[in-house]
């Protein structure tokens, strides 16, 4: 596609329920980035996928959060038994191969709420 | 650990007028890089200008510009000829290297261009 895709643009849940947000990268960019940004804050990063795999996973704040790209192109974010404390902006981003200093794309995120 | 600081929460300036926005890191790194995104209402990141820590030079970009002191840990943006379209938040951000896409990003400064 022409830029970083995610869906759905708002997500309203009740803590304790489960929820999946979906990045669809740009075509070809075999790098893709999760990060997670609370209201008044900069991002924070989570994950980063090389492909298929996941290659640096140490921002993912506990056991609830998991990712996965089985195609190496869309990923989702899977948030298990969510808490209020959840509610962010969650920001996908790819780039071309993941090299040195390569240039990030971001999409426009998803607002998650958690009641 | 590296932590990044933006002391200024909000900032205002004249359209046409320069503006500097401030950035300060912490790090016991050597090799590094540096940047500096923006993000509309859009929420979607945009990289507005880049700086490796080995490089001496400032980087520019058009109207962007950085003023990188190492040694002091400092890295300030510099705006010229400002636009309405710079209205936005900006984040200053810090990457080292060999850890790609883990960008640690300071708090953010709300720009606002006056007509």
């Known amino acids: 596609g022409a830029g970083v895709s995610q869906t759905p643009s708002n997500k309203v849940t009740e803590k304790g329920k489960y929820v999946e947000l979906r990045c669809d990268p740009i075509s070809g960019h075999t790098a893709l980035y999760w990060y997670r940004q609370s209201l008044g804050q900069g991002p924070e990063f989570l994950i980063y996928?090389?492909?298929?795999?996941?290659?640096?996973d140490s921002g993912l704040p506990n056991d609830r959060f998991f990712a996965v790209r089985p195609e190496g192109s869309v990923s989702t974010l899977k948030i298990q038994r969510t808490e209020r404390g959840d509610s962010a902006v969650y920001l996908c981003?790819?780039?071309?191969?993941?090299?040195?200093?390569?240039?990030?794309?971001f999409g426009s995120g998803t607002q998650l709420s958690v009641l | 650990a590296q932590t990044v600081t933006q002391s200024q929460p909000e900032m205002s300036v004249q359209e046409a007028e320069t503006v500097t926005l401030s950035c300060t890191y912490d790090?016991?790194?050597?090799?590094?890089?540096l940047f500096w995104y923006k993000q509309p209402p859009s929420r979607q990141m945009i990289l507005v200008i880049r700086q490796e820590a080995y490089k001496q030079q400032n980087a520019t970009e058009n109207r962007f510009s950085v003023n990188f002191q190492k040694a002091a840990k400092s890295f300030s943006l510099k705006i010229s000829d400002s636009q309405l379209g710079d209205t936005a938040m900006y984040f200053c951000?810090?990457?080292?290297?060999?850890?790609?896409?883990?960008?640690?990003f300071g708090k953010g400064t709300k720009l606002s261009v006056k007509p």
């Open positions: 996928f090389q492909g298929t795999g996941a290659a640096d």
């Open positions: 790090t016991s790194e050597n090799n590094y890089y």
């Open positions: 951000a810090f990457m080292k290297v060999g850890s790609q896409g883990n960008l640690i």
């Open positions: 981003a790819s780039s071309l191969t993941g090299g040195r200093n390569e240039k990030l794309f």
